[in-house]
T-cell receptor
Framework: RKEVEQDPGPFNVPEGATVAFNCTYS??????FFWYRQDCRKEPKLLMS???SGNEDGRFTAQLNRASQYISLLIRDSKLSDSATYLC????????????FGAGTRLFVKA | SQTIHQWPATLVQPVGSPLSLECTVE??????LYWYRQAAGRGLQLLFY??????ISSEVPQNLSASRPQDRQFILSSKKLLLSDSGFYLC?????????????FGPGTRLTVL
């Protein structure tokens, strides 16, 4: 079992749809959590940090459930420009520093 | 503001040839630095990270090595490339003093080993 698992995707949605990405992590010592966006053949770019209290940035909402070891990203009113791969990232420091990237979920938003 | 540079952007090398990829960061001091590889259609794999000059931690055994000769310079090397070394190599940095550790990526080097 992978330490960070995401929905395999791809997701194909029309413009204006609401899309939810899910991510689970297996190591309870994980300490910080992020969502990144990666466009085709480009570097990942930080989209949001994920806090226990949840956080929102415009159309994007991220939530963390430590008890269930679960992270989510919600995109409302999706745009064509939201088409990309969304990566869940988990950091932990036990046994030395470790950053683990999920495999990513590809999103296609269509007109 | 902080910027991160990587070069070259693309590279085609024969099997058995050496490799040197360079990454530099501007606008910050004492960053943590990272090297990742992303194989085609796959997720990112952390190869090395460094918390200071001369301090390198390796995540997976492989044909590669890393060095940090200066505070904001990180180099990825190989003495003899393998076909399996092909991939998208990404350098990243994070604030050294912050435990939250958002990482910021450079534009990457796309390496093809023939």
């Amino acid at each position: 079992r992978k330490e960070v698992e995401q929905d395999p995707g791809p997701f194909n949605v029309p413009e204006g749809a609401t899309v939810a990405f899910n991510c689970t992590y297996s190591n309870s010592a994980s300490q910080s959590f992020f969502w990144y966006r990666q466009d085709c053949r480009k570097e990942p770019k930080l989209l949001m940090s994920v806090y226990s209290s949840g956080n929102e940035d415009g159309r994007f909402t991220a939530q963390l459930n430590r008890a269930s070891q679960y992270i989510s990203l919600l995109i409302r009113d999706s745009k064509l420009s939201d088409s990309a791969t969304y990566l869940c990232v988990v950091n932990r420091r036990t046994g030395g520093f470790k950053t683990i990237f999920g495999a990513g979920t590809r999103l296609f938003v269509k007109a | 503001s902080q910027t991160i540079h990587q070069w070259p952007a693309t590279l085609v090398q024969p099997v058995g040839s050496p490799l040197s990829l360079e990454c530099t960061v501007e606008g910050t001091s004492n960053p943590n630095l990272y090297w990742y590889r992303q194989a085609a259609g796959r997720g990112l794999q952390l190869l090395f990270y460094s918390v200071g000059i001369g301090q390198i931690s390796s995540e997976v055994p492989q044909n590669l090595s890393a060095s940090r000769p200066q505070d904001r310079q990180f180099i990825l090397s190989s003495k003899k490339l393998l076909l399996s070394d092909s991939g998208f190599y990404l350098c990243a940095w994070s604030y050294g003093a912050r435990s939250y550790n958002e990482q910021f990526f450079g534009p990457g080097t796309r390496l093809t080993v023939l």
